[in-house]
C-alpha cells in the first residue's frame, strides 16, 4: 500500500486502486491531497472555501504531523498548511509559520537573490505571516534574537517590513533594524580586526 492509493499485482497484471474504492475517511482524503503537489491547490481551496472549520485539524499536525503519511510527504502537507493558515489568517500558527520560513513550495537556488513578489510565490509561509500581519509581529521580533540560520533572519527582516502598517510599528521596526545595522558593524569591526592579526603574524 502507498499513500494516496493501493496496488495490486495479479496474474502478472498492475491494478491501482484509489482512495475512494478503499474507504479512505474524510480526514486521510484531506491528508493525500494536502500532501500531493498535483491535488494540493484543490484541497487549499476547498478547505479555506469551508472558513475555519479545519482550522483545528491542521493546527493540531503543526505539534504532530498524521501517523498515516508517508514522511518523504510531511514536505508536501506543510506547504498546503501554511498556504491555509496564510488564507484564512491564522494567528494561532504563526509558530509554526515561523518553524518553515524558508520551506519552499517552487525550489529555488539563492531564493533570497530574488524579487520581492517570487520569494513570496516560493516560500508560503512568509506569505502567510505577512498576510496574518501584525498579529505575527511581536513572535518575529522574539524569534530573531533567539538561534537561527541565515535564511531565517533575512525571511524575518522581510516580513517584518511589510506588516509594519501604522505609525509606531513603523518606527518600532526602523529601530529594530537600526540595531541590527550596529550589530553588524560590530560583526564587521571585529572580522576586520582578526584579519589584521593574521597579517600581523605572517598568517
Do not use: C, Y
Not at 92 to 108: G, K, M, S, T, Y
Not at 150 to 165: G, K
Request: charged share 20%; hydrophobic share 45%; proline share 7%.
Amino acid at each position: 500500500m502507498t499513500l494516496g492509493g493501493m496496488v495490486l499485482t495479479l496474474a502478472s497484471t498492475t491494478f491501482w486502486i484509489t482512495p475512494s474504492l478503499w474507504g479512505q475517511s474524510e480526514q486521510d482524503r484531506l491528508i493525500a491531497q494536502l500532501s500531493d503537489s498535483g491535488t494540493r491547490e484543490s484541497a487549499v481551496s476547498e478547505i479555506v472555501a469551508a472558513g475555519h472549520d479545519k482550522v483545528p485539524l491542521l493546527l493540531s499536525w503543526t505539534s504532530r504531523p498524521p501517523d498515516v503519511i508517508n514522511p518523504l510527504r510531511v514536505f508536501q502537507l506543510k506547504i498546503g498548511m501554511a498556504e491555509v493558515f496564510g488564507q484564512l489568517k491564522v494567528p494561532e500558527a504563526v509558530p509554526f509559520l515561523i518553524d518553515n520560513l524558508n520551506l519552499q513550495a517552487i525550489p529555488a537556488s539563492n531564493i533570497w537573490a530574488k524579487n520581492p513578489d517570487a520569494i513570496m510565490s516560493r516560500l508560503p509561509a512568509v506569505a502567510a505571516l505577512i498576510s496574518i500581519g501584525r498579529g505575527a509581529r511581536p513572535a518575529l521580533f522574539e524569534a530573531f534574537n533567539k538561534p537561527s540560520m541565515p535564511d531565517d533572519r533575512l525571511a524575518m527582516i522581510f516580513v517584518l517590513s511589510r506588516t509594519a502598517q501604522t505609525p509606531a510599528e513603523v518606527k518600532e521596526t526602523k529601530d529594530f533594524f537600526n540595531g541590527i545595522i550596529q550589530e553588524m558593524h560590530l560583526e564587521r569591526f571585529w572580522i576586520d580586526e582578526g584579519l589584521r592579526e593574521f597579517g600581523s603574524l605572517g598568517r
